[in-house]
């Protein structure tokens, strides 16, 4: 076996180090670009929802899309939360003699945290990648060119119904969740496990106020506004055909999921 | 008229057009034949402001579409109708509703007057019945006749077709060659036809130029290029492996 001499050595690792920096380089650009794209997408999407003509039907399409087609999921997602809460609550609260603080742990857990996110997460699942695979598909048939040549602005024509579907959608579906999953802590505290409906709901109207509620809903209008954009966005930008149609939308679930997560962190810590 | 001045696009590392220069005449159909990966598909994008070229220009009655944005490219882009190569149609719609969109987006018109229009042009490809059919329940013939009842419905002065016939059986390339023809007749648009059918693009062009590694080499009637002695012209047309041209 031939020996590698010490300064052939030196040129193969100076080589190495250089393509190492090179690809690290290259990433870095992508990702710029790529944010770059994304922000651009964003502003393009929400000023056009200010210049006519303001396609209400294609906004109402997406609205009925996103919302009223999601309800049955979320009303199930809202109840069997609540119910889980409930039962955990008691539990926990029964050790310090505390039941009847289970009505306010249930609502507030639920308007303030748990609400909005499930919410998002299963709107996300659902909608949002049907949202991507639409897009991503109409991208690789050409029909998205299709609509600039027919001199129809793509963006205004479909990133923004989507955007102004998603604002209005998830502050009403995540309402939804709240108030099902409170039923559900009833359903649970008051009629399975007899904490007194007087004392469910009594301290949850002492204890929960405007401000918890005011938390939620801009926690819902972000999410809605994260979802829609990132969906949209991966969609617009699909490649190569259907496996690409399948890796954006798989990548729209995933990334808005975890900036939907990060987001609740953000809100917590500021409101 | 269209002018292509020194048109330079390129994809990465890739060069795919290298100082294109073309004129398209009102009125002509010109067909632009080539290889595959030859750049003809990017060189009718560019046409139409799809994609911008890195060099030259490219005059539409004078006019760089090149340096236009907004609301003045909308304008210049109401000029065109195209033909994409797998039709494009909107799929969630009917075949009716394809048509119909361009009027019901960009005119004032009625509903009873859009959907008289759409009728009479449907009915001018030749699929009067099958306004009420999706898209995916069309053929490769009906799709591209649909795609072209689209684009022709805004009665736009430029067309530009991408492979209008590929996929097709031979007596289907006919049939959308001659419907190109009788609807060049009827609306007497200007027509750019990107095209692999060889020889019987020939009959329907007015003109025809060979493009070959991001360059237009040869330009002419049919009958120029049918008698063209050079070798790669040559080669091109009879589809012979031997040759010039490196055929993989």
Known sequence: MQRVQPTQWKVQSVSLMVTFLETLGQKAIDGLASMGRMLNLLIAGLLWAFVPPFRLRRILRQIHFMGWRSLLVVVLTGVFTGMVLGLQGYYTLNKFGATAMLGPAVAISLIREIGPVLCALVVTGRAGSAMAAEIGIMRITDQIDALAVMALNPVKYLVTPNIVAGLVTLPLLTAIVDVVGIYGGYVVGVLLLGVGQGVYFGEMQNLVGMHDIEIGFYKSLSFGLIMSWICCYKGYHTRYGAEGVSKATTEAVVMSSVWILICDYFWTSVL | ?248
């Open chain 2, 1 to 248: 008229m269209i002018q292509v001045k020194d048109v330079y696009r390129s994809f990465g590392t890739q060069q795919v057009l290298k100082g294109v220069n073309l004129q398209v005449q009102q009125g002509e159909i010109m067909a632009i034949v080539g290889r595959s990966g030859s750049g003809k598909t990017v060189l009718l994008k560019l046409l139409i402001g799809l994609i911008r070229p890195q060099r030259g220009e490219i005059l539409i009655e004078g006019e760089d579409i090149c340096q236009l944005y907004g609301r003045r490219l909308d304008k210049m882009r109401e000029r065109f109708g195209m033909l994409f190569q797998g039709g494009a149609l909107f799929d969630s719609m009917t075949v009716f509703d394809n048509v119909a969109f361009p009027l019901r987006e960009k005119t004032k018109l009625s509903s009873a007057e859009i959907a008289a229009q759409a009728e009479k042009m449907l009915e001018s490809v030749g699929l009067a019945d099958m306004g009420y059919k999706f898209p995916a329940e069309l053929s490769g013939g009906m799709k591209k006749r649909a795609a072209l009842a689209r684009a022709l419905i805004t009665a736009p002065s430029i067309i530009l077709f991408d492979e209008p016939t590929t996929g097709l059986d031979p007596i289907l390339v006919r049939a959308i060659h001659q419907l190109i023809v009788d609807t060049h007749r009827t609306f007497g648009y200007t027509a750019v036809l990107v095209s692999h059918e060889i020889p019987e693009v020939f009959e329907i062009a007015t003109r025809v130029a060979m493009i070959h590694e991001g360059r237009i080499i040869e330009e002419g009637t049919p009958q120029d290029i049918l008698q063209s002695t050079d070798p790669l012209i040559r080669q091109f047309i009879e589809g012979k492996l031997e040759g010039p041209i490196r055929p993989i």
